[in-house]
């Protein structure tokens, strides 16, 4: 599966940004999906992740109540609305995507980053 992140952006501390993860390649609702962010001279970390189905989530402590992870298996996408955005969401955030549970694994598929800046 091939997967496209798009919809990141510079905003400011409280505004909001959807990112989108178009996929292709692959038969959308047989992938675990996530999201992922990685920011400047820190390590990659899990962002928010979604079941085949859409029914189960899971959330970063550090985005939970801001974030909603979601996905759209006839549009063969999966989103991630953020909600009240402060500088520390400053990151390049990855969508990933694997055939297996990634809930404690790596995904196997990833799709290249998107920049979110918060500015203060």
């Known amino acids: 599966v091939q997967l496209q992140a798009s919809g990141g952006g510079s905003v400011q501390t409280g505004d909001s940004l959807r990112l989108s993860c178009a996929a292709s390649g692959g038969t959308f609702g047989s992938y675990t999906m996530g999201w992922f962010r990685q920011a400047p001279g820190k390590e990659r970390e899990s962002v928010a992740r979604?079941?085949?189905?859409?029914?189960?989530?899971g959330y970063a402590d550090s985005v939970k109540g801001r974030f909603t992870i979601s996905r759209d298996n006839v549009r063969n996408t999966m989103y991630l609305q953020m909600n009240s955005l402060k500088p520390e969401d400053t990151a390049v955030y990855y969508c990933a995507a694997d055939l297996r549970d990634i809930w404690t694994r790596t995904p196997a598929y990833w799709g290249q980053g998107t920049q979110v800046t918060v500015s203060s």
């Open positions: 979604i079941n085949r189905r859409g029914g189960t989530t």
